[in-house]
């Protein structure tokens, strides 16, 4: 467990952050890495503030070669970042299973990672609405149909940042238990993976919902997708 | 959407990571924040290097006032951060949900999400023992009697590390769809929650595992108990 659960490990990115140890899991596979983007919800933006680091969950959203958050124009650290052009880091994680190996340390767990280094830039304003659109389609599929449009209110008070996919540093470990015949454990003792998985549940109407109102078509979309959901590993 | 999952809001914490919106949602709860770190089984860690921050997803664990981590002996910035008593951040997320408003405006995520900023110390050698015993109970409780000792060499080659729980920020979105009868939305639309379920799967037996060898106890209670599990909001 302490053994390969480290987490200590970070690739494809430029020094000082590339770090070197467990290399073998750095992959440069897009494919994954937009895989796991886009189907996670939330990530971790972190950014330095007095020289200590300052970390937030934020949800996210994917457009082509960026990633899409948003802030409020009165406030948010995310925002004085993008000011400052400051270096932030957002990272992205799936946790996809427990590895039970034969021995405490080389127990581990199978994950998909990503770190994305880059500077927040702000979106134009005339870009706005198509962001907001682009990351609401993300998070929410087709519900910006089904809902009143939005105010130029609240456009006003929302600020869209983007953080572009270009120094992004992504692990994955997708195996089963390490082992060898001749390793000298026990193999009468089970080993093995127990992935862990994740679902939406029954949607649940608001006190306001009239009784009969049918669900609509962005929840169906969502709770019969895999948007959300997690493959298994 | 843009409105309510920002997320740009912590709590709890000393100026100036203190950051007032939203302050509502500040929880100061202490059995909600322990249920949230002995439930998700990764966190992410964040360090400053070089006045840039660098994010890593850890496996960690719980054990009273303290979380767990554990390193490298021989690298791995988690040590480094401890060596040079760097202030650091680590924060653990569970997305219990998406809220469908009747605007994507207050649209949102239902979430808990603790950040512990602090200075991670070494445990001390004659203390590793427990510690390690401590980590691994909390992630696969039970395993640690189904398998060989940890030997020597494995315990030399790992470091744990401990951060104080005193310096928290903890934020919980736990509701419905914000709505008034009055708010001039309309309510023949569908508005609710789809929560965010998590479970383990089908253990999968590795290869050296020979054919009849029973599931262990600790897979058994693992995928039987709600460790990892996520609550529905």
């Keep these: 467990m302490y053994g390969d659960t480290r987490f200590v490990t970070t690739l494809e990115t430029t020094a000082p ?22 189907t996670e919800l939330v990530g971790h933006l972190a950014v ?22 948003h802030g409020s124009t009165g406030g948010g650290f995310a925002l004085r970042a993008a000011a400052e052009r400051a270096t932030v880091a957002f990272a992205v994680t799936a946790l996809d299973g427990l590895v039970f190996a034969r021995s405490l340390y080389d127990s581990s767990m ?42 130029r209110k ?11 996919l270009d120094d992004v540093v992504m692990k994955v470990r997708a195996a089963g238990a390490g082992e060898a015949v001749d390793d000298g454990e026990d193999h009468s003792v089970w080993a093995g993976v127990v992935p862990l998985r994740r679902a939406w549940g029954e ?29 298994i590993s």
């Design 17 to 38: 952050r590339r770090i070197r140890r467990l290399a073998e899991r750095q992959t440069t596979d897009r494919t994954a890495l937009f895989e796991l983007l886009d």
């Design 48 to 69: 330095v503030v007095d020289g200590t680091p300052l970390v937030v969950p934020m949800g996210f959203a994917r457009d082509g070669e960026h990633l899409l958050v």
């Design 110 to 151: 199978n994950y998909r990672s990503a770190v994305v280094y880059g500077v927040l830039e702000p979106v134009a304003e005339d870009e706005t609405d198509a962001a907001l659109l682009a990351l609401t389609e993300r998070l929410m599929p087709g519900r910006s149909s089904e809902v009143r449009a939005t105010t």
């Design 154 to 164: 609240e456009q006003a008070s929302t600020r869209v940042l983007r953080l572009a």
């Design 203 to 231: 949607p649940a109407a608001s006190v306001l919902t009239p009784a009969g109102t049918p669900v609509p078509d962005s929840v169906i979309a969502l709770t019969t997708g895999d948007r959300g959901s997690r493959r």
